[in-house]
């Protein structure tokens, strides 16, 4: 039987710092485990784990069991989440044509998400910004464990 998950688990696992990262879910006991570049090239390579450091050496089973084990599911990665489409969609919800503008425009070119952080900070609407895409992660949190057949609090 599958553990129950907590969403608020699944929606930071989702927020990794580096893009290249990916998580995965236990779907037995709900545990979440991030695999790193250098995890995942580790059990690619089959690298013997006594050749290791102690802190690799424990870590490369469990990235081994969540790159291999079919008890593990991939969590929704940025391609899935598309964080861009995100920003998109709050700066079209802004009641201010002065905000909209000033957002949308941010959003093309070079450096759109240095810009558009820069123009949410200068408008005094950040906390409006992580509010809206904590519930965008959500919503996508809650559509990627439902389809998993996974429940969740």
Known sequence: MAARVKLRDVVDAMDLPNQDWQSYLNRDTGEIVIVTDE???LVEDDVDPDDLPDWQREALPKARDAVES???????????????????????????????????????GRGAFRMFKSAIRRLGIEEE????RDSAFEEIAKDWLESNGLEYD
């Open 39 to 41: 995890d995942r090239a």
């Open 70 to 108: 079919s008890r593990f599911v991939l969590l929704p990665g940025s391609f899935e989440i598309h964080e861009w489409s995100i920003m998109e969609r709050f700066g079209h919800e802004r009641g201010s044509a002065r905000q909209r503008d000033e957002l949308l425009d941010s959003l093309h």
């Open 129 to 132: 910004w992580y509010r809206f």
